[in-house]
C-alpha cells in the first residue's frame, strides 16, 4: 500500500505537511504515515477572526446558493469516494467497506443538505392581537466549531459541516490529534468544490485546526463561536459542555453510548445474530452506536448464545485493507489495555468470556488487533454500565420484557438501542412512553448504521445534541420570533392597558 500516492491523489502534498510535529501512526502495523503540522493554541484568535469575518459574507448569500457549494462537495465526495474510504482504513483502521460506507453516509448528507438548503422553513403563527401577524423565522449564526472523534473521522464533520454551511455559518474543525490526514483530505476536498463555486464563497469558510486539549480549550471557550458540536466521550463532554455553557454557547454533544439488543422469545434468531456480529464487531467495537449489551429472553439463550460464540470464532480479523477481513485492529494500545481491564473486572464478578485475547501479534507486533468477546455476566455490574470502546459483547438473561427494559435503561448513557421481536405487542411496548430511553430505538435491526436520514444522538451521557437528519438544522441558526402590527392601534398581549 503505497500511502504517499493516495495522499497525493487527495491533494496533501509536502507543503501541507512541512514542518509537521504530529506524528500519525496507522493501527494497522503501529507505522508512522507522516507528521502533521500543528497549531498553537494562541493562534485560534487568528482563525476565529477569519471565520467572523466569512460569516459576515456567507450569511448573505442566499440559502439555495449556499446549498449549491454542499452540492459540489457531494461531487467532488463521490470522485474521492475511493481514496478518502482507504485513507479513513489507513488512519482508523475500519474495514475498507466501512471506510467506504462513511464517505457515503458523506454524500448521503450532502444531497440531504441540498435539498435542506430551500426548506430552513420557519412558521406563521396566529397573534391574539387584530391588525398583527407573527412568524418565526431561522437566520445564520456564526462560526460553528466541531470537535470530531477518530473511530468516525470524516463522516461526522460532514453531518456538521454540511448542515452549517446551508445555514449560512462558516466552520472550525478540530479532528482528533489520532486523525488528522484524514482532516486535510477532507479540506482539501471542500477547497475543491469551493475553487468551482466561485467568488461567493468568503476566504476561510471552513478550516481545519490541529492540535491538543488546549487548541480545543481555545476554541470552546471563545465567545465568537456561538455553537460547539462535541463528538467524543462523556470524559470530553464534561469538559466541554460546561465550558461552553458558562459563556451562554449552544453545545451538541454527541458522546457515549452504551448500546443494547433484547432478544424476545419471537425473534427471528438468524436475523438476530447477524445484526449482533455487524454492530457488536464492526468497527471493531468501536462505535458509538455499537452493541455492548445483549438482553435474551430465558426460552432462546441456549440457542442463541453458542451460535453468536461460533459466529464470534469465525470473524476474520487483520489487515482491514484486505479483502474478506470483517474486523480490523483496535486504534491504539491504550484501548487495547482498557479492554483487557475492562474483561478482568467482568471476570471478578464472575462472568464467563469467551474470546478477548489479543491476535496477530507475530505479524503486527505494534497493531493491536483482538478477538472479539462475549462474556456472559450474572447481573448487570459496573463495568457493564460503563462504555469501553472495544468489541466486548455482555450478554444477560431475561424472562420478563418490562425487566429487560429496565435494565437496558439502568445505564448512564442514551444513545441507541434496539429489540428483535416479531410481537407487535413487544415492540410496540420496546418503543412507547414506557420503552427505551435512547435517542434512537430500531425494531428487527442492530443500533449502529443509521441512516442519515434522523435526527441522531441521545440523551443523559450521551449528551443530549442531535446532528445529522430530520430538523437537527435548527440547531445550527438564531431562531427570532417576529411580531408585526399592520395596524393603526397598538393593543398589548394580555389585553394590559396602559394608556398614558
Ligand atoms: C459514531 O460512532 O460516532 O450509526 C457515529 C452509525 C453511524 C454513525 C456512528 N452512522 O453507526
Not at 472550525?172 to 469551493?194: D, F, G, N, V
Not at 468568503?202 to 487548541?215: F, R, T, Y
Not at 451460535?307 to 486504534?331: D, F, S, T
Amino acid at each position: 500500500m503505497n500511502y504517499a500516492e493516495i495522499l497525493t491523489r487527495l491533494g496533501i502534498g509536502e507543503a501541507d505537511l512541512a514542518g509537521g510535529s504530529l506524528a500519525v501512526r496507522t493501527p494497522i502495523d503501529g507505522s508512522e504515515i507522516a507528521k502533521v503540522p500543528e497549531l498553537a493554541p494562541e493562534k485560534m484568535a487568528d482563525v476565529i477572526a477569519t471565520s467572523k469575518a466569512a460569516f459576515k459574507k456567507w450569511r448573505m448569500v442566499p440559502a439555495p446558493r449556499r446549498g449549491e457549494l454542499v452540492r459540489l462537495l457531494g461531487e467532488e465526495l463521490r470522485a474521492a469516494k475511493d481514496d478518502l474510504g482507504q485513507l479513513v482504513t489507513l488512519e482508523a483502521g475500519k474495514i475498507f467497506q466501512e471506510g467506504l460506507g462513511e464517505v457515503q453516509e458523506m454524500i448521503d448528507i450532502c444531497d440531504f443538505a441540498v435539498g435542506l438548503s430551500r426548506q430552513l422553513y420557519g412558521l406563521t403563527i396566529a397573534s391574539e392581537r387584530p391588525g398583527h401577524r407573527m412568524q418565526e423565522t431561522w437566520h445564520p449564526i456564526g462560526p460553528v466549531g466541531i470537535i470530531s472523534a477518530f473511530n468516525f473521522p470524516v463522516a461526522v464533520w460532514s453531518w456538521n459541516a454540511a448542515l452549517a454551511l446551508v445555514c449560512g455559518n462558516p466552520v472550525i474543525w478540530k479532528p482528533s490529534e489520532k486523525t488528522p490526514l484524514t482532516a486535510l483530505a477532507c479540506q482539501k476536498i471542500l477547497e475543491k468544490a469551493i475553487a468551482r463555486f466561485g467568488d461567493d464563497a468568503p476566504a476561510g469558510l471552513s478550516q481545519v485546526v490541529i492540535g491538543g486539549a488546549a487548541l480545543g480549550e481555545a476554541l470552546v471557550t471563545s465567545e465568537d463561536v456561538p455553537v460547539i458540536s462535541a463528538t467524543g466521550s462523556t470524559r470530553m463532554g464534561r469538559i466541554v459542555g460546561p465550558k461552553v455553557a458558562e459563556r451562554f454557547g449552544r453545545s451538541i454533544l454527541e458522546l457515549g453510548g452504551n448500546n443494547a439488543m433484547i432478544v424476545s422469545p419471537t425473534a427471528d434468531l438468524e436475523m438476530a445474530v447477524r445484526a449482533i456480529v455487524f454492530s457488536a464487531v464492526g468497527t471493531a467495537g468501536q462505535r458509538c452506536t455499537t452493541l455492548r449489551r445483549l438482553f435474551v429472553h430465558d426460552s432462546v439463550y441456549d440457542q442463541l448464545i453458542p451460535r453468536l460464540v461460533k459466529a464470534y470464532a469465525g470473524v476474520p480479523a487483520g489487515n482491514p485493507l484486505e479483502q474478506g477481513v470483517l474486523m480490523g485492529p483496535l486504534i491504539d494500545s491504550d484501548s487495547f489495555d482498557r479492554m483487557q481491564g475492562s474483561l478482568a473486572a467482568a471476570k471478578e464478578t464472575g462472568a464467563t468470556v469467551h474470546g478477548g485475547a489479543r491476535q496477530l501479534e507475530d505479524k503486527f507486533p505494534n497493531g493491536y488487533y483482538v478477538t472479539p468477546a462475549i462474556v456472559e455476566m450474572k447481573s448487570q455490574e459496573q463495568v457493564m454500565k460503563d462504555e469501553t470502546f472495544a468489541p466486548i459483547l455482555y450478554v444477560m438473561r431475561y424472562s420478563d420484557l418490562d425487566d429487560a427494559i429496565d435494565m437496558q435503561n439502568d445505564v448512564p448513557q442514551g444513545l441507541s438501542s434496539c429489540i428483535f421481536s416479531t410481537d407487535v405487542r413487544e415492540t410496540e411496548a420496546f418503543l412507547s412512553d414506557a420503552g427505551s430511553d435512547c435517542g434512537i430505538a430500531n425494531v428487527n435491526i442492530g443500533p449502529s448504521g443509521a441512516e442519515i436520514g434522523g435526527a441522531f444522538g441521545g440523551e443523559k451521557e450521551t449528551g443530549g445534541g442531535r446532528e445529522s437528519g430530520s430538523d437537527a438544522w435548527k440547531a445550527y441558526m438564531r431562531r427570532a420570533t417576529n411580531t408585526i402590527n399592520y395596524s393603526r392601534e397598538l393593543p398589548l398581549a394580555q389585553g394590559i392597558k396602559f394608556d398614558i
